[in-house]
C-alpha cells in the first residue's frame, strides 16, 4: 500500500470513528465496508478524471483491463507501451463499431500524461468559432497527448481556413515529437479525398503509423 493510499485510509477511519463517537450504538465499520467506500471513491475520481479529459460518457469505463481482447486494443495497447514514449502518431482506421474509439480512450487512460478527447468535428465547429479558436487552437497543439475521434469526418478544403488550422496543429506535433491518437472511417487511399496531401504525408511519415482494424462491428453484435 502506498503511503497515499494509507492516509486516505486512515482519513476514511478517523472520519467514520468521528460519526460512530456521535452515536455510541452503531458497530465499528467492517474491513468490508470501508474498502467498499475506497472502491467508490476511487470510482468517482475514475470518472472525474474522465470527464476531465472529454472522454465521451458512453466511453468513460474504457481501458486495457476491462475483459475485451481485440486486435485494435492490442495495437493501442503496444502504442500505449512503446511508441507514445517517442512522441508519434497512431491512426486507426476502420469502419464503425470496430472498437477504434474504445481501444484509443483506453490508451487516454493507460498513459499517465495530460490528455485531451476531441471529436473531430466539434474541434473544427471551435476552430471556426472567433471566440474559442485561440484558446483551441493552442490546447490542441499543446497538450502532451491527444485523441482526434472519427478524423476526416468534416471535408477540408484544400487552402481553406480548416485545412490550414489542422495542418498547423499536425506540423506543430510532428516537429515537437508530441504524441497523439487518430481514429477514422476512413481508408488510406480515402484520406486524399477529404485532407490534403500535405497533412496525409505528415501521419504517413516515420512520426505517424497506420493500423487497418480487421473485422466487422461489433456493435453489429449486439
Known amino acids: 500500500m502506498s ?24 458497530p465499528d465499520p467492517t474491513p468490508q465496508e470501508v474498502e467498499a467506500w475506497r472502491q467508490q471513491q476511487r470510482a468517482q475520481r475514475w470518472l472525474d478524471e474522465g470527464r476531465d479529459m472529454g472522454i465521451p460518457t ?3 469505463d474504457a481501458s486495457f483491463t476491462a475483459g475485451r481482447e481485440t486486435e485494435v486494443l492490442n495495437r493501442a495497447r ?6 507514445y514514449q517517442h512522441g508519434r502518431c497512431l491512426m486507426l482506421m476502420g469502419p464503425t463499431g470496430v472498437g477504434k474509439t474504445y481501444a484509443a480512450v ?11 478527447f ?25 497538450i502532451p497527448f491527444v485523441v482526434l475521434d472519427d478524423f ?5 478544403k484544400v487552402g481553406g481556413l480548416l485545412d490550414a488550422f489542422i495542418d ?14 487518430l481514429t477514422t472511417n476512413l481508408l488510406p487511399d480515402q484520406l486524399r479525398e477529404r485532407l490534403s496531401d500535405r497533412i496525409v504525408d505528415r501521419l504517413n511519415s ?5 493500423f487497418v482494424v480487421p473485422g466487422e462491428s461489433l456493435r453489429e453484435r449486439g
Open 206 to 210: 516515420q512520426w505517424g503509423a497506420l
Open 58 to 60: 458512453r466511453l468513460i
Open 152 to 156: 476526416g469526418a468534416e471535408y477540408l
Open 168 to 181: 498547423e496543429i499536425i506540423w506543430h506535433r510532428e516537429s515537437e515529437e508530441q504524441s497523439m491518437i
Open 106 to 116: 483506453a490508451a487516454m487512460r493507460a498513459i499517465k500524461s495530460p490528455s485531451r
Open 3 to 26: 503511503d497515499e493510499e494509507k492516509d486516505e485510509l486512515q482519513a476514511v477511519l478517523d472520519r467514520i470513528k468521528e460519526k460512530i463517537s456521535t452515536n455510541p450504538l452503531q
Open 78 to 83: 503496444v502504442y500505449a507501451q512503446e511508441e
Open 118 to 142: 476531441w471529436y473531430f468535428p466539434a474541434l473544427c465547429g471551435a476552430l471556426l468559432d472567433q471566440d474559442r479558436r485561440a484558446k483551441t487552437l493552442q490546447e490542441v497543439k499543446d
